[in-house]
């Protein structure tokens, strides 16, 4: 079946831009995230979805950055006036995470990532 | 202290090896560990998840620890293709479902 995808796969952009992403989940799952990773970095996480409520936007680097999902699938990742540190592999990750008073012990699912290039 | 610290590398070792990372993490409320593979340029990967009585995969074996809090990872036999940064995965329960990653372990396997 098809995996987790994501739009654009590279995007470059000059400093100042807005810029967004957009990541498309695997059918039926509820749980979706975000994650920055800087050239030879890990992964930081940035903002995380249950449905189409963020409980935990706590990665949010500054109110640049913004993050919508609708009708449980398609996700959104906005980043406004792109500086230079905005650069790095964005991914997005889907879990069916079916168990929500508890800890997830689903896996994820990561999409390819969008590399942004900001000028 | 970090949540979840790894020996980020690398570790150089010729094919046939075996080869073994460990990962600590701080928070003994953790539920569920995973290790996951990414190859340069790529997007992370699930290897295997890592259950109490530990588990194994073809030449891969995983074990949990909980009385030391760490996660172990052996590979047997190295192939070329097993090189590849390995990023330790913990879910730290107590209602977080953000699974917290670790740097990862850089592995160059070499002929």
């Known amino acids: 079946g098809a995996g987790v995808s994501q739009s654009p796969s590279n995007k470059v952009t000059e400093k100042g831009k807005d810029v967004e992403l957009r990541c498309d989940p695997i059918?039926?799952?509820?749980?979706l995230y975000w994650y920055r990773q800087r050239l030879g970095q890990g992964l930081e996480f940035l903002i995380y979805?249950?449905?189409?409520?963020?409980?935990?936007k706590s990665g949010l680097p500054s109110d640049r950055f913004s993050a919508e999902r609708t009708g449980e699938s398609v996700s959104t990742l906005t980043i406004q006036r792109t500086q230079q540190e905005d650069s790095a592999v964005y991914l997005c990750?889907?879990?069916?995470?079916?168990?929500?008073?508890?800890?997830?012990?689903?896996?994820?699912?990561f999409g390819p990532g969008t590399r942004l290039t900001v000028l | 202290r970090k949540e979840v610290e790894q020996d980020p590398g690398p570790f150089n070792v010729p094919e046939g090896a075996t080869v073994a990372f460990n990962c600590t993490y701080s928070?003994?409320?953790?539920?569920?560990f995973f290790w996951y593979r990414q190859d340069c340029r790529k997007e992370p990967k699930l290897l295997m998840s890592?259950?109490?009585s530990g588990n194994e995969d073809g030449r891969f074996t995983a074990q949990l620890n909980r009385a030391s809090q760490y996660i172990s990872l052996l590979i047997r036999d190295s192939k070329l293709s097993d090189s590849a940064t390995y990023l330790c995965?913990?879910?730290?329960?107590?209602?977080?479902?953000?699974?917290?990653f670790g740097r990862g372990t850089s592995l160059i396997v070499h002929p």
């Open positions: 990750a889907s879990s069916p995470q079916t168990k929500l008073a508890h800890a997830s012990t689903d896996t994820q699912y």
């Open positions: 059918s039926g799952h509820t749980a």
């Open positions: 979805f249950q449905g189409n409520s963020a409980p935990d």
């Open positions: 928070n003994s409320a953790s539920q569920s």
């Open positions: 890592v259950y109490s």
């Open positions: 995965v913990v879910n730290m329960g107590g209602g977080s479902y953000i699974p917290t």
